[in-house]
């Protein structure tokens, strides 16, 4: 065996480096490179700085809406205002119904009023 190697150590030598160069030339296509890395740093930080200047103006709007909400009643008080609209339902409920008695009494008394007046005008023309 060792003449073999002996023998054919040119080829052996000239196998082993095109493997190591193989592998080598195989790690350098799977990983990244320094310029890779440097580009897709500069990529990264300039859309970091695109999106500081969209999160500014967010923050802008976000802002003005938290400002107008500030005037704008809670859920608790909207939810009392409710209640006392329901309230005021029931009692308008009441006097419209109190009303309709006011209503017929009130014509009863003009038809009673038109008679009298009826009468008086009979009696005054001697019928």
């Known amino acids: 065996m060792m003449d073999a ?4 150590w040119p080829i052996l ?11 080598v030339w195989s790690m350098a296509q799977k990983f990244a490179t320094k310029t890779d890395i440097a580009a897709l740093q500069k990529k990264v930080s300039d859309d970091v700085s695109a999106l500081g200047g969209d999160v ?11 400002n107008e909400m500030k005037h704008l ?10 209640i006392q609209l329901e309230r005021v339902i029931g009692q308008l409920e009441g006097i419209k119904a109190d009303y309709s008695h006011v ?23 001697g019928r």
Do not use: M
């Not at 190697?5 to 054919?8: G, H, I, K, N, S």
């Not at 009643?73 to 205002?81: F, K």
């Open 73 to 82: 009643p809670s859920s608790e008080a909207l939810h009392t205002t409710n």
């Open 13 to 23: 030598g000239l196998a082993i480096n095109l493997l190591i160069g193989w592998v």
């Open 56 to 66: 500014g103006r967010v923050s802008a709007r976000v802002g003005v809406i938290e």
């Open 5 to 8: 190697v002996l023998r054919y």
């Open 103 to 125: 209503l017929s009494r009130q014509s009863r008394l003009e038809d009673g009023l038109i008679r009298h007046d009826q009468i008086l005008s009979d009696a005054a023309r």
